[in-house]
């Protein structure tokens, strides 16, 4: 979720108002199939972050490989007059057939992504790089909000009833091709398999805290202690 997922929902975050900083209900389930190791983290991972303003982001992951495997590291972008993008293509309102979208590069400052960065910090100016602290953190935030809602989460039967979503019916869409694609392409078994299931877990994105019931079990989840000897300074310290 917080690796390469970051950068995506980095991206999706393009798409809220610009007075959208964090949602304020998040929710995950998915599980870790095949793989027989030690690992916690989902390979198989459906989430929904909800904002104020009724805007939603989706998040899933489907990194299980079977003969058909089809990859795609891209977001998609669905509005409210029935319109979507996906693959680079515009789909109107009921349409089958997508249409190729005209985009102008992005400004991209001298040097590149990685460049710009590092002749930002040599220079002490920020305005230098394509990014700020400020848009990473929100980016950030939302996916651990949705790790904490999965890593407080239980098991349920492997079906498509597994997610709560109540009368979402886009997010009961999307997390039925997630496991459309886990139950017939993978191939995993009814019997013997679980998803692991978060709650909706509520957040105030101004005091950065998470609310309502689960908030005792999820506030510890923002931050693991410091071990003895090694404290983050405050903002106004470095």
Known sequence: MNNQGTHQLDVARWALDKDQTHPVRVMALGGRFQWEDQGETPNTMFAIAEYPNDQQVFFNVRNVNYEGYERQVENEYYFEDGGRIIRDLYYAKGSKEGTPLNLPDGQVTPGGNWGSFVAACRAGKPEMANGNVVEAHNACVMGHLMNNSYRLGTKV???????????????????STLHGVMNNGVGLPQDGTEYTVGPWLTFDPEKERHTGKFARKANRLLQDKNRKGFKIPSAKRV
């Open 157 to 175: 039967p492997f079906n498509k009833k597994a997610g709560r979503f109540g009368d979402n019916a886009d997010a009961y869409e999307h997390f």
